[in-house]
């Protein structure tokens, strides 16, 4: 038995703790963090308003759904950008590097596709939307716009990764022993 104090416990505990790396936030990652603090403070405004107050907002429902569709999309850019969304990562390790390679390749350009295809169908969903919100006098195509922003600086930053794995030879998926000590910023 130690006779550390629960303080000196929780300081060991502390230290034990993984370095935190932030190396890999850009400037174009504000945004998200904006709007997620935005929608926090939307989201506390109806829950004090509702419950502490007793007589609720009725538009903080209405833009806290849209400012969790904008967290989604602005938090996609960013991603994408870093190459993390999710992927099948133990098929990988059993084919041969060639093989991860090409494979690599076929994910990178659906990815483009995926993605431009989308800008594209948003970008007509935004033009073809005239209803206006409920709560305020804001069109919804607007959020429709900025979801096909979303899609095209997503669309750039893939084609940007697709072509450094394709520059490079690697990725996390093609060499997976490279890429395990660093984060997902290949």
């Known amino acids: 038995m130690t006779d550390k104090s629960p303080a000196e416990s929780t300081l060991d505990l502390a230290s034990d703790d993984e370095h935190i790396d932030l190396s890999d936030i850009q400037w174009d990652d504000a945004p998200v963090l904006v709007v997620f603090w935005t929608l926090a403070f939307v989201v506390f405004l109806q829950f004090f308003t509702r419950y502490v107050l007793n007589n609720s907002l009725g538009w903080t429902e209405e833009i806290a759904r849209f400012l969790l569709i904008a967290v989604t999309f602005i938090g996609a850019i ?28 076929v994910v990178d350009v659906a990815a483009v596709v995926f993605y431009g295809a989308l800008t594209w169908y948003t970008y007509q969903l935004a033009g ?59």
Do not use: N
């Open 128 to 186: 073809r939307t005239f209803q206006m919100m409920v709560s305020i006098d804001v069109p919804k195509s607007w959020l429709y716009y900025g979801i096909a922003v979303c899609f095209a600086l997503m669309t750039v930053y893939a084609v940007t990764v697709a072509l450094r794995h394709l520059v490079s030879g690697s990725s996390r998926l093609i060499d997976p022993a490279l890429h395990e000590a660093t984060p997902s910023m290949e």
């Open 78 to 105: 960013m991603a994408v950008r870093k190459g993390s969304h999710i992927a099948v990562e133990i098929l990988y390790r059993w084919f041969p590097r060639p093989l991860r390679r090409v494979l690599q390749t």
